[in-house]
């Protein structure tokens, strides 16, 4: 029998809870408004879970690392579940830049001598696959979130940082024969960003963007339609019978025969009994919109709509929305507070970039974590025998999930999965990890010190 209509015979828990759980307010969209839920589509119709279920794969986190998994092990024909503590998409899936960007965060020459040519010959080709394939599922199941390729600009604030694209962009045409990405001069790049902030660039093509919470909607109302997906369904804790698990929400159990923590960096959000929290650093990233530029602000900014990045350790990033409002975006205030003196700093940043939108008014403020490995690459496979994971997108997630997702599916069915530094086993818990607050503040500092260090104008 399916997991959406096996019963278990234990007897369900009867904690009461009524729909939605009791969050800190800073963790709730009711109170974190973005530009991506004040015109998103309606949430799908999803349930709670209320009666106790079986199921062979019991996914943990509806976001996109959660869909995704479902939606691949279901085509497999693997039964699955996915269990989400609050919305479909209510963690980082929802409240992104939702820029599908195709590299690391190490460039493909640096990524070489790391980990050697074959390898990083086989993430490119996986990357690619990763947003071939989002593309794939947003036609399957339909989904408006408005995808397109309309390019991605890694911006460089130096010329040491510069000097690095170009050997990617040496190292892509020599090494995989692509011609989907270009160095751009200085002029170009003033051109295309608007701005004379950056000394060059890099143009990846075949790059993309979404409405984030559209897509993270979309994809769970699609995958819903053969997987029971359950919202407002926390796991509060699981433990082993026999060669099963069972799952802890507040009404109901799952009896499961594996479990995939798809949880990211909302990972603290419930103490389960594994170490994976203590893996990555959940960093906030704070975005703002502003209100739709009129054309004259407007003329100059972006006129071709990539997307960008800029390659400081402490990274801008910023984009354009099809009703011509500038989202931008960088490293958060540690306090995860969603007041306007919490954004003061990315307010700057964005004057700076763009002077002629010092006197727009800032719509909407809001927030979210980002979960930073120590390599910065994303990391999945098994964490002990039954429990598998894929966290550590490091704020790369928008492709990487689909990617991970659609590879830890690939183990889930026995296949052997390799993928070089992401599959590896040296993904351990981070020493001292309770102090990571003191640390994110004394790595800022001293990026922001390298950063500056290495700017040229
Ligand atoms: C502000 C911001 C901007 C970003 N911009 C970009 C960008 O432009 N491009 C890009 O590629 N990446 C970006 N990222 C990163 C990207 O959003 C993430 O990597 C990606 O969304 C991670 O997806 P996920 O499904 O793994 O985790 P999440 O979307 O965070 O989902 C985790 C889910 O797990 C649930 N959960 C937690 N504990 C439990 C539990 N015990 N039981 C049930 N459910 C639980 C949470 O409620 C949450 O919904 C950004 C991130 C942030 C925060």
């Not at 009994?273 to 203590?278: K, V």
Request: glycine content about 10%; charged content about 20%; overall charge neutral.
């Amino acid at each position: 029998m399916r997991a959406s209509d096996k019963p278990l015979t234990s007897n369900a828990l009867t904690l009461p809870v009524s729909g939605r759980i009791d969050m800190p307010a800073s963790e709730r969209y009711s109170t974190v408004p973005s530009f991506w839920s004040a015109t998103a589509h309606p949430h799908p119709d999803l349930r709670t879970l209320d009666a106790d279920i079986e199921t062979d794969v019991a996914i943990v986190g509806g976001g996109f690392t959660g869909l995704t998994t479902a939606h691949y092990l279901q085509r497999s024909g693997i039964d699955c579940v996915v269990l989400e503590a609050n919305d479909a998409g209510w963690g980082a899936s929802g409240r992104n830049g939702g820029m599908a960007v195709l590299r690391y965060k190490s460039g493909w020459s640096g990524l070489t001598q790391q980990v050697g040519l074959e390898t990083t010959q086989h993430m490119f080709r996986m990357l690619h696959d990763g947003i071939d394939s989002l593309e794939a599922t947003i036609a399957e199941y339909g989904i408006e979130c408005g995808f397109g390729r309309c390019g991605h600009v890694t911006a460089a604030h130096g010329a040491q940082p510069l000097a690095a694209l170009e050997a990617d962009v040496r190292w892509l045409e020599r090494e995989m024969g692509y011609e989907g990405a270009a160095l751009l001069s200085r002029q170009e790049t003033s051109r295309l960003i608007g701005t004379d902030e950056y000394v060059g660039a890099y143009l990846e093509r075949r790059s993309g963007a979404i409405h984030p919470l559209n897509y993270a909607r979309g994809l769970a109302a699609g995958v819903a339609q053969k997987v029971p997906v359950f919202v407002s369904t926390p796991v509060t804790g699981y433990r082993r019978d026999g060669a099963a698990f069972v799952l802890d929400t507040p009404r109901a159990r799952v009896r499961a025969k594996r479990i995939v923590v798809a949880t990211n960096a909302y990972t603290g959000l419930f103490p389960l009994p594994i170490d994976l929290a203590r893996r990555i650093v959940p960093v906030p990233s704070n975005i703002v919109a502003t209100e739709p530029l009129a054309p004259s602000v407007a003329a100059g900014i972006l006129p071709e709509g990539q997307v960008v990045t800029d390659t400081r350790r402490i990274n801008l990033y910023f984009r354009m929305t099809p009703d011509r409002r500038m989202v931008f975006g960088s490293r958060g205030h540690l306090s995860g507070s969603n007041e306007p003196w919490a954004f003061a700093h990315i307010e700057a940043a964005m004057h700076r970039v763009f002077p002629a939108l010092r006197d727009v008014r800032i719509d909407y403020r809001w927030n979210g974590k980002v979960g930073f490995s120590l390599d910065y690459f994303p990391h999945f496979g098994q964490a002990e025998p039954g429990i598998y994971y894929g966290i550590g997108y490091s704020g790369r997630g928008v492709v990487l999930t689909h990617m991970v997702a659609k590879a830890l599916a690939a183990m889930l069915r026995g296949e052997s999965v390799d993928a070089g530094p992401i599959t590896s086993a040296r993904f351990a818990p981070i020493p001292m990890h309770r102090f990571y607050p003191i640390g994110i503040r004394l790595y800022t500092a001293y990026y922001k010190f390298l950063d500056a260090r290495e700017e040229t104008r």
